[in-house]
């Protein structure tokens, strides 16, 4: 589904816009062909279009009349985001095969950090690879507290203004800068649009959720004679989805569990019987906690208290007897009767209620005949809400109890004194409490999103056909969290460990030793749902606060023109410089700082760095109008940018080529050096430090060492480079004269990066240094001091290390029959599309593991092999209709298990959906539309991971059948 730029069209015509390697998702064609449009943005896309009939197009920054650029890019309309209904031109892009939907409303439902914002994903290289830019200039990314990725939100750009969204597919460092490794996106505004648009829509699910209202309002007009102002203001308020047992797929509790005795297992305590049979992990429905419960559950499996095992609490702290399910291992089993819990997607939303507003104003102004100054200001805010979950302990990290704790029931107590008293030689002295603590509450996270952009700049023309601008760029993001009733992990230990006073009453353990941490505890009950006193929830949670405050400010000077010509026609230039300063700063709360929440810590901190770079890129025909080439044009660019952090000089290249033999036939080929250079939370944040048993082989610094306390260490570094990136592109695009209307297009790219960023995972460590003996990781491994907690300590900062690969097909074909040719009287179009992504690899090399094959793998790491969307829409008089289908291959769930070993399903099934959308002006001024995703209602296979969700979101529809509609108003 693609969408034509009408005013595009009007210049160039679908024929050459295909030649010049620029794919079209039209949604109307024979609407844009008359300017009216299916959203009738008519006024805006004439002034909008290139003058004098020049294409310009994101993939090179030439600015020259039929020029065809070496790199794909496809370009969508607003008329796609106006016929589909969609608020957010995120959702659309997320839509096409070259996006991974890794950051959308409903992948960040199980994200209490980031609720409803909205990321571009290309190839799924991360987003943070994928450069977002507004109208050809940065736009200020958002930070996410605590995980140190750097994106631009979607929802902070204004969808109503978007006259277009360009989307170019490969490397494009050397025209763009850092972080277009997988390429750019970007989106144009409306300029100079002249006239009144309103829009007002309603969506919801067809079980009445996923409610959404948007009101949107556009104006501009002229001021005298030079001047002119554009205003618009966007109202989007989603009420979200709660968690899946709101879905019937969602309440048969399907996840995957590890099974406790698998294949032949030798016969022991665990596994009296000797291996089940079954593989190592095990996909299967209703799923439940096997060690703990919201009233709370002995758990202990050995030692004296193993004799407790499976003693539930219920309200007034009546004790019972869990019913253990099928496969009960550590942390879930299959059925079971006494836990009404299945798994922890409870109370998880699948998508998060959410709120924006944005504000933008455009002027323009006429200083003289060949010199232009525009200035915009906008305002973007938007609140996500989600929830966490509540407070758990299982059988890794239960609740200790002693025998003085007051608050053990008497019928608990009755049953340790007759044990004790039948074993004197190995008696109860404490035990062990699962809980799941639903009573206590789940954490409710709020994030507040604020960002406020200003450009000012000008545009001019000089003699010789010479064209330059200047635009100086401020963003401001602010970015505020709190999550409500979060665990005080310490608070909660020290309220969990009760005894009495001399006067019999019960008192926190840390109160009556006189730890001065301990201060202010009150005394906390777990025995049953309910007994957690109000006095005691108030101790044991607090609300965690952070806030991050991020400003870009950048300009930046450029130049196009044509300074001489060749036998084959004019070489065409363009050169620029560009200045970008960054900084941020963040903030929390005292706890948050010691991470002493159970969820959501963040350090604070504070960075900046600065960087200067100049690009040069032209074009050169070499031939034109010979025996062996209609046309052949050779182009080139490179940039050079001076970083003030350990960055240094660096530099980025790009080298293409386009060949048109016949009329019908393009050709284009290009090879480039990209980089992303490291963010600030990847060069500064101050180091995590967790305590954890690591073993050390054959030991360090000489002495051999077993599973050893260890002091681990994350956080950033300075000296961290600039991840660069290698990308091929190849394709050819038809348009045979034979066929009118019809266009094919086939693409190969290739993309390796290298020296990508990451933390070092600690087994990679250990093991390189014990086993293979490796000077540079041993290097991150020292002794601690004497007297501390840990035996060693493993610094591991930041580290250039990681690599990946993406390499793949793009298809694209369109098809557009006019009526006409079927009857004269008929007065519109009929138009196919299809675009389609082929996965060839799919590589991570995360450190140490060599690359690993994830292509044809359905889950976040890796990517299913196919993923089509295609579109059949008609167009008559003032009716449009659009069906759209969209495929996502079937895969597995992991590439390196063996089906009946490692798992006991390891195929995930594809999915084919269906979408239809629809609109009727009734008069020159109203128009109505409506749109209705996953028409015949799919559910989603059953692919669990890590009991985020039973499905991945990130593939698949996890609301089901919805509807909007809405009227727009064209004055």
């Known amino acids: 589904m693609i969408s034509d730029s009408s005013g595009l069209l009007k210049l160039a015509g679908m024929r050459a816009l295909h030649m010049v390697g620029v794919s079209l998702l039209a949604l109307a064609p024979a609407h844009a062909q008359d300017g009216s449009g299916a959203a009738g943005t008519g006024a805006a896309e004439e002034a909008a279009a290139p003058s004098g009939g020049d294409i310009v197009v994101t993939a090179s920054r030439v600015n020259r009349e039929g020029y065809n650029a070496p790199t794909p890019t496809t370009i969508v309309g607003a008329d796609a985001l106006a016929a589909r209904g969609e608020t957010n031109i995120g959702a659309l892009l997320n839509e096409l095969p070259a996006f991974k939907a890794s950051t959308s409303a409903t992948t960040n439902g199980v994200r209490s950090i980031m609720p409803g914002s909205v990321y571009a994903d290309l190839r799924g290289l991360g987003q943070t690879r994928t450069l977002v830019l507004v109208d050809g200039n940065r736009f200020v990314p958002q930070i996410t507290t605590g995980l140190g990725t750097y994106q631009v939100d979607l929802n902070q750009v204004p969808s109503l203004m978007v006259e277009r969204t360009e989307i170019v597919t490969g490397g494009a460092s050397a025209q763009w800068g850092s972080d277009a490794v997988a390429g750019v996106v970007n989106i144009m505004l409306r300029k100079r649009f002249e006239g009144l648009e309103a829009e007002i829509q309603h969506g919801f699910s067809e079980l009445g959720d996923n409610k959404e209202l948007r009101l949107g309002l556009v104006g501009g007009f002229r001021i005298g004679d030079r001047a002119h102002l554009t205003v618009g203001i966007d109202y989007v308020d989603n009420k979200g989805v709660k968690d899946v047992f709101t879905r019937d797929w969602g309440r048969k509790g399907y996840g995957i569990l590890i099974n406790p005795c698998p294949l032949a297992a030798a016969v022991s305590a665990s596994c009296p019987t000797g291996g089940n049979g079954q593989a190592q992990q095990l996909i299967v429905p209703d799923v439940r906690f096997s060690t703990a419960t919201p009233g709370g559950m002995i758990n202990n499996v050995s030692g004296p208290a193993a004799a407790l095992r499976g003693i539930t609490f219920g309200p007034g702290g009546t004790i019972g007897r869990f019913g253990y399910g099928d496969y009960a291992g550590s942390q879930y089993m299959q059925g079971g009767g006494s836990n009404a819990l299945i798994n922890i997607n409870d109370g998880v939303y699948i998508k998060p209620a959410g709120r924006r507003q944005i504000a933008y104003g455009r002027f323009d102004y006429d200083v003289a005949d060949a010199v232009s100054f525009h200035a915009e200001l906008s305002h973007a805010w938007s609140r996500g809400q989600s929830q966490t979950l509540p407070p758990r302990n299982e059988q890794a990290n239960p609740i200790v109890v002693r025998l003085d704790n007051p608050f053990i029931p008497d019928a608990l107590r009755t049953v340790i004194d007759t044990y004790n008293a039948a074993n004197p030689a190995s008696p109860i002295t404490s035990f062990n409490v699962g809980r799941y603590s639903t009573d206590i509450g789940r954490g409710r996270s709020e994030v507040t999103n604020k960002t406020t952009r200003a450009v000012a700049g000008f545009d001019g023309e000089l003699d010789g056909g010479w064209n330059w601008s200047a635009n100086y760029i401020h963003g401001r993001n602010d970015y505020r969290q709190q999550v409500e009733n979060n665990r005080i992990l310490a608070n909660f230990n020290y309220a969990a460990d009760v005894t009495t006073d001399a006067n019999g009453v019960p008192v926190c353990r840390g109160v009556l030793n006189g730890v001065a941490a301990a201060a202010g505890c009150v005394p906390l009950n777990i025995f049953g749902v309910g007994a957690p006193s109000a006095d005691a929830i108030d101790y044991v949670t607090g609300t965690l606060y952070s806030r991050t405050l991020y400003v870009q400010n950048a300009a930046n000077f450029n130049v196009t023109g044509e300074p001489f010509s060749t036998w084959a026609g004019p070489v065409s230039l363009a050169f620029g410089v560009e200045w970008r300063h960054e900084k941020q700063r963040t903030s929390v709360d005292p706890i948050a700082e010691a991470a002493g929440y159970e969820t959501t810590n963040a350090r604070s901190l504070r960075g900046s760095f600065s960087v200067k770079e100049a690009y040069v890129e032209t074009v050169v025909p070499v031939a034109r109008d010979m025996a062996f080439a209609q046309s052949l044009d050779l182009n080139g660019a490179v940039r050079v940018a001076d970083y003030s952090t350990a960055a240094g000089t660096q530099v980025t290249w790009k080298a293409g080529a386009t060949w048109n033999p016949?009329?019908?036939?393009?050709?284009?080929?290009?090879?480039?050096?990209?980089?992303?250079?490291?963010?600030?939370?990847?060069?500064?944040?101050?180091?995590?430090?967790?305590?954890?048993?690591?073993?050390?082989?054959?030991?360090?610094?000489?002495?051999?060492?077993?599973?050893?306390?260890?002091?681990?260490?994350?956080?950033?570094?300075?000296?961290?480079?600039?991840?660069?990136?290698?990308?091929?592109?190849?394709?050819?695009?038809?348009?045979?004269?034979?066929?009118?209307?019809?266009?094919?297009?086939?693409?190969?790219?290739?993309?390796?990066?290298?020296?990508?960023?990451?933390?070092?995972?600690?087994?990679?460590?250990?093991?390189?240094?014990?086993?293979?003996?490796?000077?540079?990781?041993?290097?991150?491994?020292?002794?601690?001091?004497?007297?501390?907690?840990?035996?060693?300590?493993?610094?591991?900062?930041?580290?250039?290390?990681?690599?990946?690969?993406?390499?793949?097909?793009?298809?694209?074909?369109?098809?557009?029959?006019?009526?006409?040719?079927?009857?004269?009287?008929?007065?519109?179009?009929?138009?196919?599309?299809?675009?389609?992504?082929?996965?060839?690899?799919?590589?991570?090399?995360?450190?140490?593991?060599?690359?690993?094959?994830?292509?044809?793998?359905?889950?976040?790491?890796?990517?299913?092999?196919?993923?089509?969307?295609?579109?059949?829409?008609?167009?008559?008089?003032?009716?449009?209709?659009?069906?759209?289908?969209?495929?996502?291959?079937?895969?597995?769930?992991?590439?390196?298990?063996?089906?009946?070993?490692?798992?006991?399903?390891?195929?995930?099934?594809?999915?084919?959906?269906?979408?239809?959308?629809?609109?009727?002006?009734?008069?020159?001024?109203?128009?109505?539309?409506?749109?209705?995703?996953?028409?015949?209602?799919?559910?989603?296979?059953?692919?669990?991971?890590?009991?985020?969700?039973?499905?991945?979101?990130?593939?698949?529809?996890?609301?089901?059948?919805?509807?909007?509609?809405?009227?727009?108003?064209?004055?």
Request: some cysteine.
């Open 662 to 971: 016949v009329d019908d036939i393009l050709v284009r080929v290009a090879r480039s050096r990209d980089i992303r250079a490291p963010n600030i939370f990847e060069m500064v944040t101050p180091p995590v430090s967790t305590i954890r048993n690591l073993a050390f082989a054959n030991g360090v610094d000489g002495g051999p060492a077993g599973n050893l306390p260890t002091q681990q260490l994350i956080g950033g570094n300075p000296d961290l480079k600039p991840e660069k990136a290698d990308t091929f592109t190849a394709g050819v695009a038809l348009t045979p004269r034979a066929v009118p209307g019809l266009s094919l297009s086939v693409d190969y790219y290739n993309i390796t990066v290298k020296d990508a960023i990451v933390a070092l995972n600690s087994d990679i460590v250990t093991n390189s240094c014990a086993v293979n003996n490796d000077p540079y990781f041993c290097s991150f491994i020292s002794r601690a001091p004497a007297g501390s907690a840990a035996t060693y300590i493993l610094d591991t900062p930041y580290q250039n290390l990681a690599k990946q690969q993406r390499t793949g097909l793009d298809f694209s074909a369109t098809y557009r029959l006019p009526l006409e040719n079927i009857a004269s009287s008929l007065d519109g179009a009929l138009t196919l599309r299809v675009a389609a992504n082929h996965v060839i690899h799919y590589r991570e090399d995360a450190v140490g593991t060599g690359y690993i094959e994830r292509a044809g793998e359905t889950s976040a790491s890796g990517s299913p092999r196919w993923f089509t969307n295609s579109s059949l829409s008609l167009d008559v008089g003032p009716a449009f209709a659009m069906l759209q289908m969209r495929t996502i291959s079937a895969g597995k769930y992991n590439k390196l298990f063996v089906e009946g070993v490692n798992i006991n399903e390891n195929d995930v099934e594809g999915r084919t959906y269906f979408d239809l959308s629809g609109s009727y002006k009734l008069t020159s001024r109203f128009q109505l539309f409506a749109a209705v995703d996953n028409l015949f209602d799919r559910d989603p296979p059953m692919a669990p991971a890590n009991f985020a969700f039973p499905t991945s979101p990130i593939y698949f529809d996890m609301i089901g059948r919805s509807f909007r509609l809405g009227l727009r108003v064209k004055m």
